[in-house]
């Protein structure tokens, strides 16, 4: 068995019971004995034969941005629960990007029911607003890729249950972690209406960092059961920061973070290099997924991942892109109407690739090219799954032609 620090565990035994508690981690047990299994690599099941590829929309570039953005787009579902019609919400996504200008990070939010059901494309999302400007937040520069994920986690609940709120991530200058949480409005826009923009959210809190702690990579996070978890890179290490929701609908965030845990180590002769991902994969195997790039000293990467149900961390698994290198970080999702967990990375040649699994340790298919487009060289996708979207999950990426965030999402 692997042990890990077992700082920061209170808050694994806190988490308020929810309505989905067929789905909650084995909170009781801390994480005194974290792994129950080894560090060293474990074999990466045979690669089954390659299913059909997904049948993609072209990639179609969101809103203008007169200064560009650099780095890694963020991307999150934005749907609500409209208390004014019980049992209806109306789905949405929030993309977020980094102004090349001046490193605040901007907003763009679409709703399904805003979009064009012609094509599949947004109609009209509005113009990007400023987390500052726009939406008061305190002014803030960063360093990283902006993230953010909804407080209602999977929106597995019934949508007058829902929170409305997501919460939007970063790391600042001085390497801290910041955190600002926002509530999407009920206002849903009208079906067919293909002008009036989707309204901007309000604040419920300010920036505020999550821990004295400096980090050297862009956060990556997720909520479940209850749970916000944030993951970070420290040199050649993980830090992985908690906080337990309220339950309180209203007010489900309170700023009250646990010192961090550490995940195990890589295998021997891997490093971990660039940003974290993470993904709620607790509907298809009790645990959640923690995925990296890793490279070794001959210049050769690799993308791994493991996951936790709260009692142990499983050993790193090497996700298997054979004949496929990385040149960008993971990211992952999971849908809960195919069932399937799914990875998207950019390769050699800056197309995005993906891949998908029934389970982590389930068998993968092989990772084909989301179409033909090529994407900027230090840029990482962003996808989320389990939307309302066409097809249930969007990919997003920034292109070096325009420095412009483009988003895909597979024909239904």
Known sequence: ????????????????????????????????????GSSAEVPQEQVAVSRQALSWRPWSALANFSSGFTGSPGLCDARTGKSTDPGFDAAGEAFLGRSASNNRFYI??????????????????????????????????????????????????????FT????????????????????????????????????????????????????????????TSGLILVVG???????????ALTGDQQNPYV??????????ALPSGWTLDGDPAMADTMPLSN???????????????????????GSGFQPWVQFPTPNVSPSSEPAVEVDLSTPMVTMYFRDTSNKIRVGSAPAPYGTWTTFPKILDDTFASDTTPSAIGNTQAEGNLLVAARKSTDNQIWWAGPVP
């Not at 709703?111 to 400007?133: F, V």
């Not at 972690?177 to 989707?198: E, F």
């Not at 990296?292 to 690799?302: I, L, M, T």
């Open 233 to 243: 890179r420290k040199g050649t290490g993980l830090k992985m920061y908690v906080n």
């Open 108 to 161: 763009l939010l679409y709703q399904w029911l805003h979009w064009s059901t012609k094509d599949g494309k947004p109609a009209s999302g509005g113009n990007w607003a400023e987390l500052g400007a726009n939406v008061p937040l305190s002014i803030r520069s960063f360093t990283s890729k902006p993230v953010c994920y909804s407080l209602d986690a999977l929106h597995t609940n019934a949508p007058e249950s």
């Open 287 to 309: 645990e959640f997924m923690i995925a990296v790039r890793a490279k070794n000293s001959a210049g050769a990467y690799k993308l791994y991942y493991l996951t936790t149900n």
């Open 255 to 264: 700023h009250s973070w646990q010192s961090y845990v550490t995940p195990p």
């Open 164 to 223: 409305n709120q997501f919460a939007v991530l970063g790391k600042g200058t001085d390497n801290k972690y910041y955190i600002s949480v926002l509530k999407l409005s009920n206002a849903a826009v009208p079906i067919g209406d293909t002008t009036t923009p989707v309204p901007l959210p309000t604040v419920k809190h300010d920036w505020a960092a999550i821990s004295n702690d400096t980090l050297d990579s862009a956060p990556a996070v997720i909520v």
């Open 1 to 36: 068995m692997v042990r890990i620090s077992s700082k920061g565990m209170g808050a694994w035994a806190r988490v308020p019971r929810r309505a989905a508690a067929n789905r909650m981690l084995a909170i009781g047990a801390v994480f005194g004995c974290v792994a129950c």
